[in-house]
T-cell receptor, first 112, second 109 residues
Framework: ETGVTQSPTHLIKTRGQQVTLRCSSQ?????VSWYQQALGQGPQFIFQ???????GRGNFPPRFSGLQFPNYSSELNVNALELDDSALYLC???????????FGPGTRLTVL | AQRVTQPEKLLSVFKGAPVELKCNYS??????LFWYVQYSRQRLQLLLR??SRESIKGFTADLNKGETSFHLKKPFAQEEDSAMYYC???????????FGQGTELSVKP
């Protein structure tokens, strides 16, 4: 069984640029959630995708958007990057009808 | 609004000592409570959940609805327990997790 994978591991961008982060869910999981973890903070929920539809969104502006594909992998897109977007972005997948979310290793985004 | 509070950023104990990591939450309904752990250079992983009422790696946590707390306890800490611990809740099955800020546990030899 393959766990949740994320790419890239690290990313450096400049303010105003756009970025795409990728996540492959664990085998058999059709739900993907994205979290932002700023330094010294707990993860904050960005949004969740279930069967290719957004299924809940946290308090993040519209420049944070996402996609889920038929194979349940997912992308997180952030437009017009700001310095405060620098964080670890975590992806988590879960299977239907369960609460347990399985996390990927994260993508470290640095915005200069 | 739903919130999870972990009052201690750092908890340092000696090996063999009891440990209690505090977690308080604010939610008027019946949430599901979890403890997640992140060991050095590893990903965030589930340690235990209140609904399972199980003990994992010697850790237990009891949900106290009156005090809205879900403290994590272990009677005898081990050096390998050193990690970041996050308390989290969800109020709709399979939905978003609301995390606390985390407590770093350091177990000294």
């Amino acid at each position: 069984e393959t766990g949740v994978t994320q790419s890239p591991t690290h990313l450096i961008k400049t303010r105003g640029q756009q970025v795409t982060l990728r996540c492959s869910s664990q085998s058999g999981h059709n739900t993907v959630s994205w979290y932002q973890q700023a330094l010294g903070q707990g993860p904050q929920f960005i949004f969740q995708y279930y069967r290719e539809e957004e299924n809940g969104r946290g308090n993040f502006p519209p420049r944070f958007s996402g996609l889920q594909f038929p194979n349940y992998s997912s992308e997180l897109n952030v437009n017009a990057l700001e310095l405060d977007d620098s964080a670890l972005y975590l992806c988590a997948s879960s299977s239907p009808g369960t609460d347990t979310q399985y996390f990927g290793p994260g993508t470290r985004l640095t915005v200069l | 609004a739903q919130r999870v509070t972990q009052p201690e950023k750092l908890l340092s104990v000696f090996k063999g000592a009891p440990v209690e990591l505090k977690c308080n939450y604010s939610y008027s309904g019946s949430p599901e409570l979890f403890w997640y752990v992140q060991y050095s250079r590893q990903r965030l992983q589930l340690l235990l959940r209140h609904i399972s009422r199980e003990s994992i790696k010697g850790f237990t946590a009891d949900l106290n609805k009156g005090e809205t707390s879900f403290h994590l306890k272990k009677p005898f800490a081990q050096e390998e327990d050193s990690a970041m611990y996050y308390c989290a809740l969800t109020y709709n099955q399979g939905g978003k997790l609301i995390f606390g800020q985390g407590t770093e546990l350091s177990v000294k030899p």
